[in-house]
């Protein structure tokens, strides 16, 4: 019998390196995909356990570096959530004929892991999404590409990112890994719902066009919600005020497995770890303006190598690492699990969404 761990982060590892393929990632009910094995079709060979990120975590750096970047690219960098280094990375990558694999929203507002091969697709990948992203047959994929020598980016939570590491088994030159500092994955369910509400709420019931939970028109540091309906009927609401951010940042509404994450820490199986860094207006004001600024954490060879390559498109500054999550410690901390979360997932539904975030 096959035993799949409760804290079970869903990086689809399991069902992407299954020889039967009788491995398939479904909805346990609150939105978030799990692994179920057809045991008639299982042949035991225990690959699914082996490459589990859980029962075997991959190999951590030992060289961490922290710096603070922005890029001077105004315009992708008032496009991206915080100093628009992502955009800089890729575009290296695809100019040496290589490919990006990350996070983009579908037309219903899902989130799936999908592969870039020019600079026109690049803008489907920037951006937060507050929701955790599907896989789908990315691993696999991206094993053929490196397989052939292509250059791959994935860019991707840090429990993906060691799903895959733990799936291909071994290292590959041509490959770069991003993750982020992460606060923890929402259910893909809470989302939906939250979607619906503001629709009802704003727009008779219609959803949507586009949907930016980043946006800088009210500057980086208070970001806003922004939700644009077609012919210029835009809504925004500033983070601190907006429900689902409140839900979020409350820990009520996160894949279990957040709460005890094996993927914390500054060292990280990746080359390179992005986030926002809060609170460089208090340790350096000179160097903040506002518009995003990243904290990104080096922690190879391979992750400096790229970096260097970009430090003409780029104003940095080399910071203390404590320094640089002393705001951010989701770097290093799992999210608390919340004591209501179970009432909260079982009860939420479009109508009383704003009554129940604001009730727990």
């Known amino acids: 019998m096959i035993k799949i761990p409760l804290n079970c982060t869903g990086c689809h590892a399991c069902a992407g390196i299954c020889p039967k393929k009788c491995i398939a990632m479904e909805d346990a009910g609150e939105g978030f995909l799990f692994p179920v094995i057809d045991e008639k079709e299982c042949i035991q060979c225990g690959q699914c356990e082996k490459v589990c990120p859980i029962l075997h975590e991959p190999k951590k750096s030992h060289c961490t570096q922290a710096s603070a970047i922005k890029s001077k690219n105004q315009e992708e960098r008032g496009n991206s959530t915080s100093g628009g280094v992502f955009p800089l990375l890729a575009k290296t990558v695809l100019s040496d004929g290589g490919i990006i694999y990350g996070a983009s929203y579908q037309e219903d507002f899902t989130v799936r892991h999908i592969a870039a091969t020019d600079q026109k697709m690049l803008p489907f990948l920037q951006g937060a999404k507050y929701v955790q992203s599907i896989i789908g047959t990315c691993f696999q994929e991206i094993q053929k590409q490196l397989q052939s020598g292509r250059t791959v980016l994935f ?206």
Request: net charge neutral; with cysteine.
């Open 155 to 360: 860019s991707g939570t840090p429990c993906q990112c060691a799903g895959l590491k733990t799936f291909l088994k071994k290292e590959y030159n041509n490959l770069i890994t991003v993750d982020l500092i992460c606060h923890g994955v929402p259910s893909p369910k809470v989302w939906q719902t939250y979607i619906d509400y503001r629709a009802e709420k704003e727009n008779n019931g219609m959803r949507p066009v586009k949907i930016n939970m980043r946006s800088k028109v009210s500057g980086w540091s208070r970001y806003s919600a922004e939700f644009d309906y077609g012919e210029g009927k835009i809504t925004r609401i500033q983070n601190n005020q907006d429900l689902f951010i409140k839900a979020f940042i409350g820990n009520i509404c996160l894949r279990p497995s957040c709460s005890e994450c094996k993927a914390k820490g500054v060292e990280r199986c990746t080359d390179l770890t992005l986030g926002d860094y809060w609170g460089i207006w208090n340790q350096h004001p000179d160097f903040d303006d506002n518009k995003g600024i990243s904290i990104v954490f080096v922690h190879t060879k391979q992750g400096r190598k790229l970096l260097k390559q970009l430090q003409n498109q780029m104003d940095y500054l080399e910071v203390d690492i404590q320094d640089a999550y002393k705001e951010n410690v989701s770097l290093v901390d799992s999210s608390k699990k919340h004591e209501k979360r179970k009432e909260f997932m079982e009860e939420v539904t479009a109508e009383n969404f704003e009554k129940l975030v604001n009730l727990y």
